[in-house]
C-alpha cells in the first residue's frame, strides 16, 4: 500500500523557520519526482516545489524561492522542506506527493502550517 505521512509543521511567527518532512513507504521512491503541494484556507492544492530522482534540478515556485529549500533521502524514502523567513501567505496544509501518470498523488493528512503574529 502506497503511504506517505508527513510532519514538521507548526505555528511560527513571521520570519520564522520550519523544516517539514516526509516518509514514504509502499513504493519505489527514487523511481518519482517528489512534489511538496500545499492548500490554503479556502484555496486549491498548488505546488510549492519539487524535486527529481536524483535530488537534482529542484524548482520551487516564484513566491517561496529563496526562501524554502526541497530535498530527499533515497536511502530513507525521505522527503524534506525547509522553509526560512516565513510569511503569513505561506500558511496552509502541506502534502508530500509522487508524481505518478501526471498527476499529484498525495496519500497522507498533510501538516498545517501557520504563519501569524
Known amino acids: 500500500e502506497v503511504q506517505m505521512e508527513e510532519y514538521g509543521g507548526g505555528h511560527v511567527q513571521p520570519g520564522g523557520s520550519l523544516r517539514l518532512s516526509c516518509v514514504a513507504s509502499g513504493f519505489t521512491f527514487n523511481y518519482f519526482y517528489m512534489y511538496w503541494v500545499r492548500q490554503a484556507p479556502g484555496k486549491g492544492l498548488e505546488w510549492v516545489s519539487k524535486?527529481?530522482?536524483?535530488?537534482?534540478?529542484?524548482d520551487y515556485i516564484d513566491s517561496v524561492r529563496g526562501r524554502f529549500t526541497i530535498s530527499r533521502d533515497n536511502s530513507k524514502n525521505m522527503l524534506y522542506l525547509q522553509m526560512n523567513n516565513l510569511k503569513p501567505e505561506d500558511t496552509g496544509v502541506y502534502y508530500c506527493a509522487r508524481l505518478y501518470r501526471g498527476s499529484w498523488d498525495t496519500r497522507g493528512q498533510g501538516t498545517q502550517v501557520t504563519v501569524s503574529s
Open positions: 524535486i527529481d530522482v536524483d535530488g537534482e534540478s529542484p
